[in-house]
């Protein structure tokens, strides 16, 4: 069982930067395959990127690359999506999400643990 909370969300201006950050409860956050997701209103909740264990494996959505970067301290059950250089289309709720397969997965069916979102809003 884990338990996932976000913090870093807010509204930036195009071009600026947001760290989001989930911290997570639970001895055995270093197992979970950890993702990031985001919603906005009548669409579906899509991937923006994933972080295998170990952080050796990560995977971006194509709107995010080299934009985005996903990390994660295991020392202290957090993980973390840098944000940069933003556009109002990533204007989203941002989830965070943890997945105890043992596959690497970057689908939302894969995860079974989900953070209370955080909106993140940028304005052009």
């Known amino acids: 069982q884990v338990q996932l909370v976000e913090s870093g969300g807010g509204l930036v201006q195009a071009g600026g930067s947001l760290r989001l950050s989930c911290a997570a409860s639970?001895?055995?956050?270093?197992?979970?395959?950890m993702g990031w997701f985001r919603q906005v209103p009548g669409k579906e909740r899509e991937s923006v990127a994933a972080i295998s264990w170990s952080g050796s494996r990560t995977y971006y959505a194509d709107s995010v690359k080299g934009r985005f970067t996903i990390s994660r301290d295991n020392a202290k059950n957090t993980v973390y999506l840098q944000m940069n250089s933003l556009k109002p289309e990533d204007t989203a709720v941002y989830y965070c999400?943890?997945?105890?397969?043992?596959?690497?997965?970057?689908?939302?069916?894969?995860?079974?643990?989900w953070g209370q979102g955080t909106q993140v809003t940028v304005s052009s």
């Open positions: 639970g001895r055995t956050f270093s197992s979970y395959v």
């Open positions: 999400a943890a997945s105890a397969r043992v596959e690497f997965t970057t689908t939302r069916a894969g995860y079974g643990y």
